[in-house]
């Protein structure tokens, strides 16, 4: 049986304590404006419970703008962007490094009102929400690291064929940046800060949950860029994107989340070809667990990688193909490890398993799970499939098959589908004839057997792991997917080009042109033109 339950107001213990936060400000070409309409109520995944009454807490609340103010807010970032004239894109490197690490110093300031909202907001435990808020501090402070190289190789004059030339990378115009639920701090972050550093300007606007977890970050927000740089708004999406997109004033989408959402955004640009798309959308990786695989080490790593964070990763294993062989022990194995995962409150100590953000999600995991079961699966963990309000126990489904939903759909949750194959060619004709492609497990140890898999799949999926885990870190590595997983590369050096473009000022080597270059560098006529080095 599950041992969830949840707390009374008096058992929160202290520490973890969560004060209302009703935002009534946003963020406009640098002002923080008071908002009086309409409100949207912030329900915390984590019910309380008072005698028989078990609710989930309400958080305070956040502003439901309307179109016109989404508008003000591209008004803004057009203005401070300035058809590329404004202060902002113009700044040298070095100035837009510097506004950068004010924020930072700023931003770590409020650690812990961020980390504490980021757990209540989307149920993440209390380590990984920290760990969350780290991982960005760490991030921002890789990409200024990356941006100084990039601008010491791009302070030299290069000479081919006659002709020198400075090559550097400038800003694309004005982003619309949409973060992640799930990583609404980190993600949002691994796009917003590489579009603000490389000069462009941003309207920002939080996802659906985690929004409450920014207004402790509003007032860095205004202080650390000047105005019009970086603007907020909320609200319901598809009243406040439409008209941002359709003035076709947006130059870069930036969104993390599902391809539906992203699709339907794009296609209303009047200039498809103006507008660059930074996507991190869906997911299906497999795990494909090979006879001779280390059975412990799979187990423990598909345990990790399929419920860490509730299943709620765009890099979780979201379905599990194991070698007949061995597949009876494998489901054995893997469901004992399942049931002996902590379920709780996110603050307590060895929890791993939450309650979940989205309002409807365990009745449609619990859908998942019934179809599953009428078309021959089981729930075969112990503790599978305990609902309480927002809680729902991870279920471990087997055998399961293509006809049942939960073979095709991303699940996003705390259920686990494991399919035994008899043929390797079964998880390729999976991936083959999949809608998405970001990564893939193989867990085995043939070198044959794991060469001739790693072939088919660098191709179906741009990252291939061998006997660990799907993940994004570490930073550095490129993250990105083929089919509908995603649009661009991000790491921290891609994330500097993604949200960028290379333009040069080129001259025949004349004595004149080196003259007027000269002139150019010894009086500091421009800020692209430069051989200046940041020390
Ligand atoms: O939700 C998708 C995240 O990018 C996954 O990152 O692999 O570090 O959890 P992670």
New binding site residues.
């Given amino acids: 049986m599950t041992n969830v339950f949840f707390p009374t107001e008096q058992e929160i213990p202290d520490k973890y304590k969560v004060s209302p936060v009703n935002q009534t400000k946003y963020l406009i070409g640098g002002e923080l404006r008071e908002w009086s309409g309409a409100r949207q109520e912030v329900l915390s995944p984590i019910c309380i419970r008072d005698g028989d009454k078990i609710e989930q807490k309400v958080l305070g609340s956040y502003p439901m703008l309307t179109p016109e103010e989404s508008m003000q807010a591209l008004d803004a970032a057009v203005k401070a962007y300035d058809n590329g004239k404004g202060v902002w894109p113009t700044m040298p490197v070095e100035g837009r490094i510097k506004h950068v690490e004010g924020f930072l110093e700023r931003m770590t300031a409020v650690r812990s009102d961020v980390v504490n909202l980021l757990m209540w907001e989307i149920g993440k435990t209390y380590p990984d929400s920290a760990k969350e808020f780290d991982?960005t501090v760490e991030y921002v402070k890789d990409t200024i690291k990356a941006l100084k190289g990039l601008d010491e190789q791009s302070s030299r004059f290069q000479r081919e064929g006659g002709i020198m030339a400075q090559i550097r990378r400038a800003p694309l115009g004005k982003v619309l940046c949409m973060g992640?639920y799930?990583?609404p701090l980190?993600?949002t972050y691994?796009t917003l800060i590489p579009a603000l550093i490389m000069g462009n300007t941003v309207v920002f606007k939080p996802s659906k949950y985690g929004v409450l977890l920014h207004e402790p970050l509003l007032k860095a927000y205004q202080e650390s860029f000047p105005p019009g740089v970086l603007n907020t708004i909320y609200g319901d999406g598809k009243t406040i994107i439409g008209p941002m997109m359709k003035s076709g004033n947006i130059d870069v989408l930036a969104f993390?989340g599902s391809c539906g959402v992203s699709n339907a955004i794009e296609r209303q640009h009047p200039k498809p070809n103006r507008l660059r798309c930074v996507l991190?959308l869906g997911?299906k990786n497999p795990g494909i667990v090979l006879k001779d695989a280390d059975l412990e080490s799979a187990v423990n790593e598909c345990v990790q990688g399929s419920l860490?964070?509730n299943g709620?990763?765009?890099?979780?294993l979201k379905v599990l193909f194991v070698e007949r062989e061995i597949a009876d022990e494998f489901v054995k194995k893997f469901s004992e490890k399942v049931d002996g995962l902590g379920h709780g409150m996110p603050w307590q100590d060895k929890v791993t398993i939450t309650p979940l953000p989205e309002a409807g999600k365990t009745q449609y995991l619990d859908d998942l799970v019934k179809d599953a079961q009428i078309n021959g699966a089981g729930v075969v963990n112990l503790t599978g499939r305990v609902i309480d309000h927002t809680f729902f126990s991870p279920a471990v489904l087997y055998p399961v098959n293509s006809k049942m939903k939960v073979y095709h759909e991303e699940q996003f949750g705390p259920v686990v589908p494991i399919v035994p194959f008899d043929n390797i060619s079964e998880p390729l004709e999976y991936m083959d004839n999949s809608e998405v492609g970001q990564q893939a497990s193989i867990f085995g140890k043939d070198p044959e057997v794991i060469g001739a898999l790693i072939d088919p799949l660098v191709n179906q999926v741009c990252r291939v792991n061998l006997n660990s885990q799907?993940?994004?870190?570490p930073d550095s590595f490129p993250?990105t997917g083929r089919k509908d997983s995603a649009e661009g590369t991000l790491s921290i050096t891609d994330a500097l080009r993604v949200f960028s473009i290379r333009t040069l000022v080129a001259a025949k080597e004349s004595p004149q042109n080196k003259e007027i270059l000269r002139g150019i560098l010894k009086g500091t006529t421009s800020q692209f033109l430069s051989t200046d080095v940041i020390l």
């Fill in positions: 991982r992640p799930n990583y980190n993600e691994t993390i991190g997911a860490s964070y709620q990763r765009c890099t979780a799907c993940q994004r870190g993250f």
